[in-house]
């Protein structure tokens, strides 16, 4: 079974940038369609990005469109979320996760991180 652990979030001021990055168990994490997701407290838990498996295709919430990017290395078994001019409202902690059925940004992987936290502020 496919093991996802996400790292690289912190404290960081608005308008700062961070990079989150999750590395993945299997040697079969290129079949693998990746995404991240967030859960600030007291919400729901929605979507930020999705990335296919050959092609890298792409897709974000409109709330992050333009602001971050969604990558995947999979030499690496890893799949990274670059996120520039965070503001105080992207605050949450956040997942990524894995499924080998194409799931663009629904809820419905399969395989998910322990998640990561990500506070802006000044």
């Known amino acids: 079974q496919l093991q996802l652990v996400e790292s690289g979030g912190g404290l960081v001021q608005p308008g700062g940038s961070l990079r989150l990055s999750c590395v993945a168990s299997?040697?079969?994490?290129?079949?693998?369609?990746l995404a991240w997701f967030r859960q600030a407290p007291g919400k729901e838990r929605e979507a930020v990005a999705c990335?296919?498996?050959?092609?890298?295709?792409?897709k974000y919430a409109d709330s992050v469109r333009g602001r971050f990017t969604i990558s995947r290395d999979d030499a690496k078994r890893t799949v990274y979320l670059q996120m520039n001019s965070l503001k105080p409202e992207d605050t949450a902690v956040y997942y990524c996760a894995a499924d080998r059925i194409e799931k663009l940004l629904l809820s419905t992987y399969n395989v998910w991180g322990q998640g990561t936290q990500v506070t802006v502020s000044s």
């Open positions: 990335i296919s498996t050959i092609g890298g295709r792409t």
């Open positions: 299997s040697f079969a994490f290129d079949a693998y369609y």
